[in-house]
């Protein structure tokens, strides 16, 4: 069946006709859209799999290379005429799997339905045998990666650890699409020195859900230790008034720190971080999402203006596990800020805050629980 839709032509075969991506390209629509752009904005050369039927290689026409891997045989006959059909040059597809080593792997692609699993196939103990490589076996050694983009139903971190010369070597940034386990993910690309970016989310309509996770290598991020360290201008750093603030509106008990801002250390119990810059036994390294303990008071500097999602989803923590959240949080872009994104509103918070102090670059929102 043949498809289209802003970014081209595609091969769709007639046996996954039911899955949700065909089901969307087949009607003429995007999928993962928020994924697709940003790929796209980093562009160079880029390694993307699995391709499915190729529904992200029209977008990516316009990078330098893009190399592709596609186990499934259906899939790959697919990708290679959705590659055909817009008369795409740069990229490179192999009908291989991906994963920490080389040689020979199962691939489970019928379901306990007997229905073609398509691009919803995986990696498992048993199904058809399939050739499997490391990425740094294929891809040339002098070819510089900017972007990694793995969605392979759970076998990323094999893959990943059969990229890591290419990581030790380029850097590159690394999108992956995550499910439920957001926390085990993150500990996972810790582990190779990588920190969550931001998170892209394609929502269709409600009815499916997609979340891809951008993470950058720790050297590649401008804010490092030592920024973090330093004494920041203001208003990157807070203010004497800004901290009386805080503690103004603090109530007396326990108290967490997302961060390490070191004005605010003096008035916090505990301060967590994925990669602090200076270790305590007050400091605790973990993903502010993963906090499960109970403070009467989560303060924050900057902290929700990294990305809306983030910010939606330490909001929905502190409601869970603290009394009182206060967050001081940019309202505008400065010309001195490295990494911040979002720059919320009251109205724009799922759960409105309880307070709202205003000033010229920043509020204080403060939430009681």
């Known amino acids: 069946m043949i498809a289209r839709n ?55 026409k316009d990078c330098d290379e893009v190399w592709t891997f596609e186990p499934n045989t259906l899939m790959y006959e697919s990708s290679l005429e959705t590659i055909s059909l817009n008369d795409i040059k740069n990229v490179e597809i ?22 073609e ?15 499997m490589v490391k990425l740094d076996s294929i891809i040339p050694k002098d070819v510089k990666i900017s972007l990694i983009h793995l969605d392979l139903e759970g076998y990323e971190f094999a893959a990943l650890n059969g990229a890591k010369e290419i990581i030790e070597r380029d850097k590159p940034i690394i999108v992956l699409e995550i499910d439920t386990r957001a926390v085990t993910y993150n500990n996972f690309m810790l582990s190779l020195d990588y920190i969550p970016h931001k998170q892209l989310i394609f929502n269709s ?32 750093s807070p203010s004497d008034n800004d901290f009386n603030i805080y503690k103004e509106n603090m109530i007396e008990g326990t108290s967490l720190m997302l961060g390490c801002t070191k004005k605010l250390i003096p008035i916090t119990d505990i301060q967590m971080d994925l990669d602090p810059w200076y270790e305590a036994e ?5 993903d502010w999402l993963s906090n499960d303990k109970y403070y009467d008071n989560i303060i924050a500097d900057g902290s929700l203006s990294f990305t809306k999602e983030l910010t939606d989803g330490l909001i929905e923590m502190a409601s869970k596990h603290c009394k009182v959240f ?24 799922k759960i409105p805050p309880t307070k709202t102090v205003a000033f010229e670059d920043y509020s204080f929102y403060i939430w009681q629980f």
């Open 205 to 236: 309509n409600e009815r499916m859900v997609f979340v891809n996770t951008v993470y950058f290598h720790k050297s590649k991020l401008e804010a490092n230790k030592e920024y973090w360290a330093s004494e920041l201008p203001l208003p990157l």
């Open 282 to 286: 007050t400091v605790i390294k973990g």
């Open 117 to 131: 699993m398509g691009p919803r196939s995986e990696m498992a103990d048993d199904g058809i045998k399939v050739k």
């Open 6 to 60: 802003k970014y081209g032509v595609y091969s769709v075969p007639k046996e996954v006709e039911y899955t949700y991506t065909a089901q969307l390209i087949l009607e003429g629509g995007v999928h993962e859209d928020t994924t697709i752009e940003y790929i796209k904005s980093v562009g160079g050369n880029i390694i993307h799999s699995g391709s499915g039927f190729g529904d992200f290689l029209p977008a990516l």
């Open 94 to 115: 192999f009908p291989y799997a991906i994963g920490r080593y080389d040689g020979t792997a199962n691939l489970k692609h019928i379901d306990e339905n007997g229905l």
């Open 326 to 349: 206060i967050a001081r949080t940019f309202t505008r872009k400065l010309p001195i800020m490295r990494i911040a994104d979002n720059f919320p509103q009251p109205e724009d918070f």
